[in-house]
Every structure is written in structure tokens, then in C-alpha cells.
């Protein structure tokens, strides 16, 4: 599909038009009858709003007609008495229809909140329905998709989606499509009473001031495109110059600071102007289109009444029933505007919902139950880019209740060994089994059940630190919260925070040093009791007395376990039963810490360099 910025209008048009059917399940769900209910009773409200709407001008005609046929009953009375008589006894005439006439409009009113009221339900639960969807398709994407975008643009994606779906439901469904209805009753109503012309001009009117508003407001969008624009580098240029105080500061660039943001204001200055003045061009034009319409349509009733054939009623009615359809009008550019950037973001979103999956289960996938944890990577090869391989014919196996640890230099593919064992990614060739059974052919939910995983990226929810070792197990009770981190040497600082472990972390974690959220991402892991458990270069940020101590944790919780090590601290994982040495994507040694020192190869060089207090490996 052609890009917003390339694709011809007609084209374009078919997009949008498109996505606001994408809409239309959402308003009538399968298996929700009472939403449906409430979809067919809010039509129904709508058309009695719009049917008394319509009424309201012909009881005023009537009233008007009875109020002139007392006026002149009582200019050709003969006498004072028969005056009052004749007066008493039309007078109860315009009295009721003045009061139907109140009454009308309550009731148009009334039946318009009623709709509201009852399709409040019906709107949210779709706008709900669609950001849910899209929120469950954001987690089932790839890696490889969250990496390439940015969460805050999906973020914000999302949420101009859904309100782009309440200001079309708002607008176009119960304010454009049911004036247009109006437009048809009305001009009907004036070829039934009157003639053929009244509905013409008054069609005429209508659809030209629509015609104008729409190709002005086209013509007006480069204006406040332009606005956004400047104000967006505007608001750019202040937030970065205000993130950045101290180094203004540091450099006395105030001024200079003052004179970036008042160029870029000036910028949104000059094109407000311009969008101002031609927001005026819009209101003269509307107004000279309805003054027009307004002045035929009196002429022609104003000839209508002195001929004989139209009352004075008649001549009030006409140009009511203009004015009524001009003023839900009135705001035709600005809806018309909001409606096309609404429908913008509903496509953008839906767009979304379209990416496919691109590690998905297969049908029958097996649910792995209760593993014993026999890993192993046959002939695996892999690359996040077809032309730049990461693993190259990796070969391992990790038996249960063993531990195996994996060194290279950065870039080596150590931490894709860990993505491709969450199943992440599928292997571009050979096989990843546990228990015998290729991942691939198990479900995703399952496999990742049987792993916890203490990554070197420790990121965090902003909630308290109870939740965050809670999201390991979120049905753990607060014991085994509070074992799994003493587990983890994190229960003593977590008790001497002045809200214990109802303290917040903040965002990603903030509030907490590197070490902390390491240990809180080991409570996690802990609680989570796994078959396989992963530790990603799990104590890299913690000091040497602190990392003892945990060492010693991750082997009393690894006991039985099968246990993958990724590390860069080589004295961490002497005492794995394997160490596999990666380089370049391929396994260039293996074995355990002393026959890989006694082989005096790259494993040994490492060591060396690290004892010798050179960690750059």
C-alpha cells in the first residue's frame, strides 16, 4: 500500500473508507446481544431525535399562522366585547402550540441524550475491544519488531487510535450521516408543502456550503500542518534545552538557548497568522453561501405570501428550517478535519493488528508438562539479517540436573543462544530440543514456563518491589515472596526501605542501583521454580562480596536444575560441568575449566587476561 504522502486522493479515500468498516464488528459483535440491543435502541432514539427535530418547525409555522389570525380578528372586530370573544377563543390555539411546540424540542433533546446514553456503552466497549486486540497482537510480535520500533510510538499509535474511533463514532455517526438524513427530510417536506424549488434552493444551499467548507478546509490544512510542525520544533528545542540546563549553564548559552526557541516560535507565529486570516475566508464564504440560500428562499415565500398561496407561517418556516440545517454545519471544517486525521490513526492502528507473526505454534503443538530438562542444540545456524550470520553449526547438550556455561567475546552470539531457547526466534537451520522435542513444534507458553531467566538488563515495572519478585509467580503468597528474596541477599535491604516492600522501583527500575535490580530479577527468577534456569551475566553488576554471596544462592537454587550460564567473569562458572567457548558464532572449545586452561588455547588466553586484570575480552 502507497504511503499517506504519495497516494492519489481517490486512493486514498478507499483506505479510510476501508478502516471505517474495520469498525463495523465492533459495533455489532458476534455473541453480544445486548449490545446489539443497545446499537438497535440508540438508531432508534436518533431517529425520533431527528423526526421531532424536523416537527419543531412546522408547530412554530402553526403558531405563528394562529398568532396572525388573531391579530387580524382582533383589527376587524366591530366592538370591544365581540373583540375579547373572538380573542377568547382563538387565543387557546396558539397557547397549545406554543406548548407542543416546548414539548417538541424537549422531546428532541431528550431522545438525542437518550442515544447518547445508550450507545455510551456500545462505543467504549469497542474502543476497549480494539485497543485490547492490538494490545494482546503488540505481545505476540517478534523480538525483532520491538526492536526496530519505538515503544512510545506504539504507545502513542494506540491511543490516537482509539480516540480517532470515539471522534468518528462521536461525529460522523451521530452528527455528519444524521444531518445529511435531515437535509433529505427537510427538502422533502418543502416539495410536499410548497413546490419543487423550495427543496431545490434549500438542497442547492446546503450542499454548496458543504462543498466549500470541504475544498477550503483542503486547501487551509498545508496552514496548520505547518503550525504542528513549527510547534512540534518549537517544543522540541525547549524540552532539549531544558534537559540539557547544566550544560547551558556550564557554557553561558543562555541567550543562545532564548534565540533557538523565539526563531522557532516565530516560525509558529507566522503560519498561526496565516491560519487565522484564512479561517476567516472559510466564515465569510459560509456566511455569504447561507445568506443567499436565505434570501431566494424569502423572496420566493415573501411572492408566495402577497400572491395568497403562503401564509405568514409558512414564510417563518422556510427559513428555519435553513437556519436548522446550518447550524449542525457550523463546524463542518474543523469535524471534517479531526475525521480525516481520526481516520488516519485508525488505519495506522489497524495496521498494527496486520503485522504478522513471525513465531507462531503450530497446529497440535504439544504442551511440555513437568520437563526433566534435557536441552540441546543440533547443527544450530541463525542471524537476526539473512546476510550477516550469528550462529553457525552450534552444537550442545545440556543433560538434566547439569550446568553448562557459555564464554566468547561480545558479539560471539552468547545472548542469542538465550533468545532462541525462549524462542524468540525459530533457527534458521538444525534443531533446538528440549526433551526431545523441537521447539518448534511445542507451544510458546509452555517453553518459556519451563525457563526463568536472570538477564544482564534488569528492566522493571514502575510498581512496588513485592510485584516485581511477584512477577515471577503472580499467585505466590507473601511468604514465598519474601524466602525468594532472602534467597536472593535482597529481604534486608527490601525491609529497611521506609515502605518495605510496598516501595515503588520507579520507572525501569530507577530508584534502584544495578546491583538491587539484579537481585530482584534473581528473587523473580527464583519464585518462578523453573526446570531450566538461565543466568544471562546475572551478577555483572555487582560488587565482589555481593556476587559471592549470590553465587552461592544460585547454587542452592540451581541444585537438580539444568542450568545455562552466560557469562563474562570467567571465575564465575569454574565449577560448571561444561564451558563452552564462543567465537565468531561457532564452538572453538569445550570442555570443563581445567582442561580448557590446560589446552592453552582461547579459553586460556581469557583467563589470563582477566587475571592479569584486563576484563576487555
Known amino acids: 500500500m502507497m504511503s499517506s504522502n504519495t497516494s492519489p486522493p481517490k486512493a486514498k479515500r478507499?483506505?479510510?473508507?476501508?478502516?471505517?468498516?474495520?469498525?463495523?464488528?465492533?459495533?455489532?459483535?458476534?455473541g453480544r446481544t445486548a449490545i446489539k440491543l443497545r446499537v438497535i435502541a440508540a438508531m432508534g432514539a436518533l431517529a425520533l431525535a431527528k423526526v421531532a427535530n424536523v416537527w419543531v418547525?412546522?408547530?412554530?409555522?402553526?403558531?405563528?399562522?394562529?398568532?396572525?389570525?388573531?391579530?387580524?380578528?382582533?383589527?376587524?372586530?366591530?366592538?370591544g366585547a365581540a373583540a375579547i370573544a373572538a380573542g377568547a377563543g382563538v387565543a387557546t390555539i396558539p397557547v397549545a402550540l406554543l406548548l407542543g411546540y416546548g414539548l417538541m424540542r424537549l422531546m428532541a433533546v431528550l431522545f438525542q441524550e437518550l442515544r447518547e446514553a445508550l450507545f455510551a456503552r456500545v462505543a467504549q466497549n469497542a474502543i476497549r475491544t480494539v485497543a485490547l486486540k492490538t494490545f494482546k497482537h503488540l505481545h505476540g510480535l517478534s523480538l525483532r519488531f520491538?526492536?526496530?520500533?519505538?515503544?512510545?510510538?506504539?504507545?502513542?499509535?494506540?491511543?490516537?487510535?482509539?480516540?480517532?474511533?470515539?471522534?468518528?463514532?462521536?461525529?460522523?455517526?451521530?452528527?455528519?450521516?444524521?444531518?445529511?438524513?435531515?437535509?433529505?427530510?427537510?427538502?422533502?417536506?418543502?416539495?410536499?408543502?410548497f413546490d419543487i424549488s423550495y427543496a431545490i434552493v434549500t438542497f442547492v444551499t446546503i450542499v454548496g456550503y458543504i462543498a466549500y467548507t470541504l475544498l477550503v478546509t483542503e486547501w487551509r490544512l498545508k496552514y496548520r500542518r505547518q503550525m504542528n510542525e513549527s510547534d512540534t520544533v518549537a517544543n522540541t528545542k525547549a524540552i532539549d534545552s531544558l534537559l540539557n540546563y547544566e550544560t547551558v549553564k556550564y557554557f553561558g548559552n543562555e541567550g543562545h538557548e532564548a534565540q533557538r526557541y523565539d526563531h522557532a516560535l516565530q516560525r509558529y507565529e507566522n503560519a498561526a497568522v496565516r491560519s487565522i486570516t484564512s479561517l476567516s475566508a472559510v466564515n465569510v464564504g459560509q456566511g455569504a453561501i447561507i445568506a443567499i440560500g436565505l434570501v431566494v428562499l424569502m423572496l420566493m415565500a415573501a411572492n408566495g405570501v402577497a400572491a395568497g398561496?403562503?401564509?405568514?407561517?409558512?414564510?417563518?418556516l422556510v427559513n428555519t428550517y435553513?437556519?436548522?440545517?446550518?447550524?449542525?454545519?457550523?463546524?463542518?471544517?474543523?469535524?471534517?478535519?479531526?475525521?480525516?486525521?481520526?481516520?488516519?490513526?485508525?488505519?495506522?492502528?489497524?495496521?498494527?493488528?496486520?503485522?504478522?507473526?513471525?513465531?507462531?505454534?503450530?497446529?497440535?503443538?504439544v504442551t511440555i508438562q513437568n520437563p526433566e530438562g534435557l536441552l540441546r542444540f543440533q547443527s544450530v545456524d541463525f542471524g537476526y539479517d539473512p546476510r550477516r550470520p550469528i550462529l553457525k553449526s552450534v552444537d550442545f547438550t545440556v543433560e538434566p540436573g547439569k550446568s553448562l556455561a557459555i564464554v566468547g567475546p561480545s558479539g560471539a552470539g552468547k545472548s542469542t543462544i538465550s533468545r532462541l531457547l525462549f524462542r524468540f526466534y525459530d533457527p534458521s537451520a538444525g534443531s533446538v530440543t528440549l526433551d526431545g522435542i523441537d521447539l518448534r513444534d511445542a507451544t510458546q507458553q509452555s517453553v518459556r514456563a519451563a525457563i526463568g531467566i536472570v538477564p544482564q538488563d534488569t528492566v522493571l515495572f514502575n510498581d512496588t518491589v513485592e510485584y516485581n519478585i511477584a512477577y515471577g509467580r503472580p499467585s505466590a503468597s507473601v511468604e514465598e515472596v519474601r524466602e525468594a528474596a532472602k534467597l536472593a541477599r535482597i529481604h534486608d535491604?527490601?525491609?529497611?526501605?521506609?515502605?518495605?516492600?510496598?516501595?515503588?522501583?520507579?520507572?525501569r527500575g530507577l530508584k534502584l542501583s544495578g546491583g538491587e535490580k539484579q537481585r530482584v530479577a534473581i528473587a523473580r527468577a527464583i519464585l518462578k521454580s523453573p526446570q531450566i534456569m538461565l543466568f544471562d551475566e546475572a551478577t555483572s553488576a555487582l560488587d565482589t562480596a555481593t556476587?559471592?554471596?549470590?553465587?552461592?544462592?544460585?547454587?542452592?537454587?540451581?541444585?537438580?536444575?539444568?542450568?545455562?550460564?552466560?557469562?563474562?567473569?570467567?571465575?564465575?562458572?569454574?565449577?560448571?560441568?561444561?564451558?563452552?567457548?564462543?567465537?565468531?558464532?561457532?564452538?572453538?572449545?569445550?570442555?570443563?575449566?581445567?582442561?580448557?586452561l590446560a589446552a592453552n588455547g582461547v579459553y586460556a588466553a581469557m583467563w589470563q587476561r582477566q587475571q592479569e586484570g584486563n576484563d576487555d575480552i
Open 14 to 30: 478507499t483506505v479510510q473508507f476501508k478502516t471505517l468498516l474495520t469498525v463495523v464488528p465492533y459495533l455489532w459483535p458476534e
Open 57 to 79: 418547525p412546522l408547530i412554530y409555522r402553526d403558531a405563528v399562522d394562529a398568532l396572525d389570525k388573531l391579530s387580524k380578528s382582533l383589527d376587524t372586530s366591530t366592538s
Open 146 to 193: 520491538h526492536l526496530e520500533r519505538q515503544t512510545g510510538g506504539l504507545s502513542r499509535v494506540i491511543e490516537r487510535g482509539t480516540k480517532g474511533i470515539e471522534f468518528v463514532l462521536s461525529f460522523m455517526l451521530f452528527n455528519i450521516i444524521p444531518t445529511l438524513l435531515e437535509i433529505g427530510m427537510v427538502c422533502g417536506i418543502l416539495w410536499g408543502l
Open 309 to 316: 398561496k403562503l401564509t405568514l407561517g409558512d414564510f417563518v
Open 322 to 365: 435553513l437556519i436548522q440545517l446550518y447550524l449542525p454545519l457550523n463546524f463542518l471544517g474543523f469535524v471534517y478535519r479531526q475525521i480525516r486525521q481520526s481516520l488516519t490513526d485508525m488505519e495506522d492502528m489497524f495496521q498494527l493488528m496486520g503485522v504478522p507473526f513471525e513465531v507462531v505454534d503450530k497446529a497440535g503443538a
Open 493 to 507: 535491604l527490601i525491609e529497611s526501605l521506609p515502605d518495605g516492600y510496598n516501595s515503588m522501583v520507579g520507572e
Open 547 to 596: 556476587e559471592r554471596e549470590i553465587q552461592k544462592s544460585l547454587k542452592e537454587v540451581s541444585q537438580g536444575r539444568t542450568t545455562l550460564v552466560i557469562a563474562h567473569r570467567l571465575s564465575t562458572v569454574v565449577d560448571a560441568d561444561e564451558i563452552l567457548v564462543l567465537d565468531a558464532g561457532r564452538v572453538v572449545e569445550r570442555g570443563t575449566h581445567t582442561k580448557l
